[in-house]
T-cell receptor
């Protein structure tokens, strides 16, 4: 079974600054995907970024990038130029490609962007 | 393209009743997964349906069941409701297999009194 751990329950950052959210996972699998999802107060879960484990290059989506350290089983999310709209719960999630469409989520990090 | 839709958005039931929640996936998506979100347990996988067949199942009691129709729409049913079933139920759809990203609906907030 896989586990996903987010060690920072809450974080805050000033608008326009950079913040990094941490995620570690435990698995014996070698073929998997990792995701960051954002859940704003509206509760709609929105995909932020996705990383395939077989890719060494870190994924990037505009202001969002990840630092994927496969050996350390670490998958952190960096948000650059933070905006007020980034205020949300952020969930790290794991998917074992050999086990079908099932996401295992971390406990979440509540991020507050302050003006 | 329209996103994942879930109905109803809010629901209040009493203990012992049963409830049915509905999910319409993104057009062309054939896989539908269901998740339960509670403050105590976080986000937990319930089950996944693909081509009208349950492909994966999480660790939930048999009171939780689901089905998928030929148009890929899915329903989940909870029988004999308990207070602990109060949660946000999220549905997610993806194209087909485990290489595809899941896109979530807005959820159904179920309150059991």
């Amino acid at each position: 079974a896989q586990t996903v751990t987010q060690s920072q329950p809450e974080m805050s950052v000033q608008e326009a600054e950079t913040v990094t959210l941490s995620c570690t996972y435990d698995t014996s699998e070698n073929n998997y995907y990792l995701f960051w999802y954002k859940q704003p107060p509206s509760r709609q879960m929105i995909l932020v970024i996705r990383q395939e484990a077989y890719k060494q290059q870190n994924a990037t989506e505009n202001r969002f990038s990840v630092n994927f350290q496969k050996a350390a089983k670490s998958f952190s999310l960096k948000i650059s130029d933070s905006q007020l709209g980034d205020t949300a719960m952020y969930f790290c999630a794991f998917m074992n490609r050999n086990a079908g469409n099932m996401l295992t989520f971390g406990g979440g990090t509540r991020l507050m962007v302050k003006p | 393209k329209a996103g994942v839709t879930q109905t109803p958005r809010y629901l209040i039931k009493t203990r012992g009743q049963q409830v049915t929640l509905s999910c319409s996936p993104i057009s062309g998506h054939r896989s539908v997964s269901w998740y339960q979100q509670t403050p105590g347990q976080g986000l937990q996988f319930l089950f996944e349906y693909f081509s009208e067949t349950q492909r994966n199942k999480g660790n939930f009691p048999g009171r939780f069941s689901g089905r998928q129709f030929s148009n890929s729409r899915s329903e989940m049913n909870v029988s004999t409701l308990e207070l602990g079933d109060s949660a946000l139920y999220l549905c997610a759809s993806s194209l087909s297999g485990s290489t595809d990203t899941q896109y979530f609906g807005p959820g159904t907030r179920l309150t059991v009194l």
